[in-house]
């Protein structure tokens, strides 16, 4: 039934606006395989073989709750970062921690200083809890501006949100920039950096965003990561909140829902990072696929933008919406930007030598037309 705004008071007014939630849907048939995923910035290889063998070991106990910390992953955690265990906070998928940090942090009417074109979930969560949003536009390659960012708090202003590297575009942040935001945020608006794409980063040679906000910053921060990226774990649903203190984290603790995190994630968890060898295969993996993507997207007269992860961008001479859409019929998904003032730019995320090669094809074919 189509409701009018007067039936649907029982809604919070925010909430009214969002009148058709838009989920991640597979093709039809797409789980048997055929279909050249390249649009949600997925590892295209499996996880590590001992990632395998600790979900099913981790099964036959799951008539059990796990424990509600994942304590074990923390601890290790906190042994590689210096962040101590219990400042540290579990989300399913680092998008629900967007959400939650958000939430602890934002109350209807405060300001939130975000970038733009940014990772669509941020616009959703800033709606859910009512945020005033200031957004700042990226710089030309992509990246979050820094000082724009620092330009734009107000008074009001409660969260500052930086994401390096960022989503759509795959640009980073130097150490520098991010020293800057460390040392300009004051004292009273919590700074959360999204490190979604961290451990790409970190292998092209960036900066450790967590490392400098730690020595730099006398404020309150935050730093999210996740095991979907780099460690091939999308489907189970793992990332984590670093924070700087357990102000913070108690606050998260107490709008996250118990036990939101599965055993066999933690599980996974543990044996993922045992496993550096996979680890930095996938990511010389990557690395050779994005090279090959943006040699053919050059050579298609295309100019991707400077990324660093596992996905690239670029404008099309055409809009991106038609493009996308042929594409999915030849049964290859990319995504759209689909942001005002980028309406031609495409997002491809890397797969595998032949799914590059489809791509590249596929829109030499359709760019020609
Ligand atoms: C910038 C950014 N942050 C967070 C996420 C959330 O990932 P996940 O919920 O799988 O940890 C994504 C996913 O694409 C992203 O691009």
Redesign the pocket.
């Known amino acids: 039934m189509d409701e009018t705004p007067l039936s649907i008071g029982y809604i919070r007014r925010n909430l009214q606006r969002v009148r058709k939630w838009n989920p991640t849907r597979m093709l039809a048939g797409e789980q048997e395989g055929g279909v050249h995923r390249m649009d ?2 997925e590892c295209p290889f499996p996880p590590s073989p001992r990632v395998v063998k600790a979900i099913q070991d981790a099964a036959i106990k799951v008539n059990r709750y796990p424990d509600g910390v994942c304590p074990e992953v923390s601890e290790r955690l906190s042994a590689m970062t210096g962040v101590p265990a219990d400042q540290i906070c579990w ?6 921690l ?1 959400g939650n940090i958000a939430m602890i942090s934002v109350s209807p009417g405060d300001g939130v200083v975000a970038p733009g074109p ?2 669509r ?1 941020f616009a959703n969560v800033f709606n859910v809890v009512d945020a005033r949003v200031i957004r700042v536009a990226n710089r030309a390659d992509g990246s979050v501006d820094p000082y724009g960012l620092v330009d734009a708090l107000d008074a009001g202003t409660k969260l500052l949100v930086a ?1 390096s590297p ?2 759509p575009s795959g640009a980073m942040l130097s150490a520098e920039e991010i020293t800057y935001l460390a040392e300009n945020v004051p004292d009273d608006v919590l700074l959360y950096l ?1 490190e ?2 961290f451990e790409f980063a970190r292998f092209a040679g960036g900066p450790d965003g967590l490392k400098i906000l730690q020595e730099k910053r006398r404020g309150p921060w935050v730093v ?1 990561r ?4 780099a460690y091939a774990m ?1 489907g189970m ?3 984590y909140a670093l924070t700087s203190s357990d102000v913070i984290s108690n606050a998260l603790r107490a709008v996250t829902s118990t036990f939101n995190v599965t055993a066999l994630a933690e599980a996974a968890a543990l044996a993922a990072l045992d496993d550096v060898d996979y680890a930095r295969e996938i990511q010389e993996r990557t690395a050779a696929e994005r090279a090959r993507l943006v040699e053919g997207l050059r050579n298609l007269g295309l100019e991707p933008l400077p990324s660093v992860t596992n996905f690239v961008s670029a404008a099309l001479p055409v809009p991106a919406a038609p493009v996308v859409e042929e594409l999915k019929t030849r049964r290859i998904r990319i995504g759209a930007w689909g942001e005002e003032g980028f309406e031609n730019f495409i997002r491809i995320s890397l797969g595998l030598p032949e799914d590059t090669d489809a791509v590249l094809a596929a829109l030499r074919d359709i760019l020609k037309k």
């Open positions: 949600l910035n989300g399913t998928g680092s998008s629900e967007v940014v990772w979930r994401v960022n989503n999204d979604a794409y999210t996740t095991f979907s990226k999308a649903r793992l990332g």
